[in-house]
């Protein structure tokens, strides 16, 4: 989770009531079929080339980029004795299984192994539930100073990363160099499949609507949160995982390509942070629905399972032309970061932190909005992204854990080193 306030308190609440939802009908899938992309190819498109800029510049923005949040005065990770680490929402004083996950994203897709290994033993150590009806899951956060779980509870996005982290490091590095990464990656699966509503306890994914569930827990396993819905993983799921539910991951990853369509608005492209599973946006006890923090994460999500499977181009490149149009109208310089769905000014704005509640044209938003060059090519977003810079706003504000993570991972995307890891051959 990242910037939705749901205190530890409220989203035990929420869970332990139960409150009913609508759940809606589940899209139906659709046999999809794949051209051109870059799982098929082996090539990963290098937008930042394509639009002027040389390779050593290139690499040197990636490198500068996550020198500053895992090296730099303003880093988001931390390091503990000699073996583990952690990565920390630093305006909330937390480590959240979104930002460890992600780190550890990060970290396979640089080849990190050591950063990647550290806040692995860290996650497992801390956070991961090693018994009773939460046996494999993780708690969503920790207090890094106080050493405790601030809440028990799943966020299952945190979860659907580090499976996926956890495959990839299988395949580009193996099994026994002192971590099982293929096991650990199926401690989590086979505790998920055996989650039957005992304790409250769900599965991630809503096995009758095959979407990931907001939370596995109580009446918030019954609707979803968009920006959780990452096609491109279940796919790598169905790929290495083999548990045994290879059908039912590619299923889901065509049951979410339908679900965009119906989450995403026909002419803004917007979605809300959190739908019912038709698409409908869901309001909460803290906050009407919008387009707000966790959206801004969908054109990424999109913008992936385009360039790694393309298995949905005509509606995503519908989706990008959309949604690009949208924000340029908006100033491309000066688009603010929280919508209606119709894009209206909203009424309601969540805060980012304690101490901080108004719009403001935020970086982390330009980046996954750049990412969509990946479907449908619009240089003024590549260079308005390379041009633009991880500081405080000019209230103050810094955010280089949220900002910063969807920042490098858009950078990563767009210089073509965010990729679906295969297995090593050896020749």
């Known amino acids: 989770m990242n910037l939705k306030l749901k205190i530890s308190f409220l989203l035990l609440a929420l869970c332990l009531t139960g409150v009913a939802q609508e759940a809606g009908n589940a899209p139906k899938t659709k046999k999809l079929e794949s051209s051109g992309a870059s799982f098929h190819s082996g090539k990963y498109r290098n937008v930042f080339l394509e639009a002027g800029y040389s390779q050593n510049e290139i690499d040197k923005k990636v490198e500068k980029a996550y020198k500053d949040l895992f090296e730099g005065p303003n880093k988001i990770y931390f390091e503990v004795g000699d073996s583990m680490a952690y990565v920390s929402d ?3 004083h937390d480590a959240r299984t979104e930002g460890l996950s992600y780190g550890m994203m990060v970290a396979i897709q640089l080849g990190k192994k050591d950063v990647f290994d550290r806040i692995w033993r860290w996650s497992k150590k801390y956070l991961q539930h090693q018994s009773g009806p939460r046996e494999g899951y993780f708690a969503w956060s920790f207090d890094p100073v106080k050493m405790k779980q601030n809440s028990p509870g799943s966020a299952s996005d945190g979860e659907l990363y580090y499976i996926t982290a956890l495959l990839f490091a299988s395949n580009r ?12 990656a199926r401690y989590i699966l086979d505790n998920m499949w055996k989650k039957d509503g005992t304790g409250n306890i769900h599965n991630l994914i809503n096995v009758e609507h095959k979407q990931i569930s907001f939370v596995p827990e109580g009446g918030a396993y019954n609707w979803t949160d968009p920006s959780y819905h990452l096609p491109a993983f279940m796919e790598v799921w169905a790929m290495y995982a083999k548990d045994g539910h290879e059908q039912f991951y590619r299923d889901c990853a065509d049951t979410s390509r339908v679900f965009f369509h119906r989450a995403c608005h026909p002419v803004t492209g917007l979605n809300a942070d959190y739908t019912q599973f038709n698409g409908t946006p869901n309001s909460t006890r803290w906050m009407p629905a919008g ?10 999500n999109i913008a992936m399972d385009y360039n790694w499977f393309g298995k949905d181009k005509e509606w995503q490149e519908g989706y990008a032309k959309r949604i690009q149009a949208f924000f340029k109208s908006k100033g491309i310089d000066t688009f603010e970061d929280q919508f209606n769905l119709d894009g209206s000014k909203p009424d309601f704005i969540l805060r980012a932190g304690k101490d901080f509640q108004r719009l403001r044209h935020s970086i982390g938003l330009v980046a996954t909005a750049a990412s969509t060059n990946l479907i449908y090519k619009d240089f003024d977003y590549v260079h308005k992204l390379w041009n633009a810079k991880l500081e405080p ?11 910063g993570l969807l920042y490098l991972f858009c950078l990563m995307h767009l210089s073509g080193k965010y990729q679906l890891i295969t297995p090593v051959v050896n020749k």
């Open 90 to 92: 630093i305006k909330n």
């Open 173 to 184: 590095w193996g099994n026994d160099t002192g971590i099982n990464y293929y096991a650990e």
């Open 291 to 300: 387009f707000r923090y966790d959206s801004w994460r969908v054109p990424m």
């Open 393 to 403: 706003y000019d209230d103050g504000y810094f955010d280089p854990y949220y900002d």
